[in-house]
């Protein structure tokens, strides 16, 4: 029911996508602190990969140190596929001094168009930014930044740019939210989107201990938010965590207190009943999601990872009841990298790390 494969070329930080039919994936190669991204596809369910095509049209451009700045990948309108990052140190172009907030799309044959950055307001980008995309052709991609050149973790804000053509080009960036809870630096966040609907996942940083995980929703396609604390948590440090969502936006997932919960979200983008990830382990980091057409949910995180230091990937399979149905785990997850999930055509499953 569970297929489990390494990411080509020995490439980290897989990120998948998938329509069904076509297994989207991109990974990272190169210097931990300027590589590049590559995206390859599968027609048969994740077993084979390829042809390989850089995303990044600068060299170098990428970054892989921490784990939660790396590429991001969502599948739009027609099968095109779009891609965000945080630039590297040595990434252009850049807007105030600070590192670049990336973005490109795929083109007919396959390659991708020269990246862009999406960055013109705000200053210090840092954390993780991320992007979605839906089928009425609607790309968003968003990250955290401050309004103030060096002005603390407590102004921070959650930015959005949209497009409404593809990603053929966007608005100009705008906040989010005014509630005043900041972002944690150095957290990624993650949007998910479909027919005008968009939910955000985000670490806030209100005081140097307060880190909490907060859940935005809007319905009118971005240009508004409603939101609300999903997870107190009380750390004096930024975790460096990431989030995620199920393709259908049905269930999300996140760390805190070193553990990983998830929780259903229904249709009003609010958060149903919080559950632990089973059983227990050392510094479980970064979850990733999927369900299959009968509602079964693949939930898989990372442990025993720590700076510059790679761990092991563990995974748990539950009906749409939560009743478990399989677990399992695998040594041997490089540094700086973790896991990605995706679902099937046959009910079953795949796990890149």
Known sequence: MLEVMRVPEAGLQPQVVTDGATVHLIYFKGDPKAGDLFYARSADGGKTFGPV?????????????????????????????????????????RVNGSSPMLYTRSKPDGAFEPQRNLMTAGFDLDGGGS????????VFVAWHAGPIQKDGEGRRRVWLARSSN?????????????????????CQLKPWAQAGRVRLLYRSCSTIEDRDTFLLASDDAGLSFRGAKVHPWKISACPMASYAFSSDGAWAAWESHRQIYW????????????????????????????????????????EETAWARGGKV????????????AAGERDGLPAWSMAAVFARPDGGFGLVY
């Open 53 to 93: 095509a850089r995303v990044n049209s600068q060299e170098g451009s990428a970054v892989a140190t921490g784990t939660i700045r790396g590429g991001q990948i969502a599948l739009g309108r027609n099968g095109r596929v779009h891609v965000a990052w945080n630039g590297s140190g040595k990434a252009e172009p």
């Open 131 to 138: 992007v979605a995309a839906d089928s009425q052709g609607r």
């Open 166 to 186: 593809d990603g053929a080009s966007f608005s100009p960036e705008t906040v989010v939210w005014t509630e005043p809870t900041g972002a944690c630096s150095c």
């Open 263 to 302: 929780a259903p979200v229904d249709a009003a983008g609010k958060a149903g009943a919080i559950q632990p990830a089973p059983g227990h382990g050392h510094n479980r980091k970064h979850p990733v999601l999927a369900v299959n057409a009968r509602g079964d949910v693949l939930l898989a995180w990372t």
């Open 314 to 325: 563990k995974w748990q399979l539950c009906d749409k009841a939560w009743r478990p149905l």
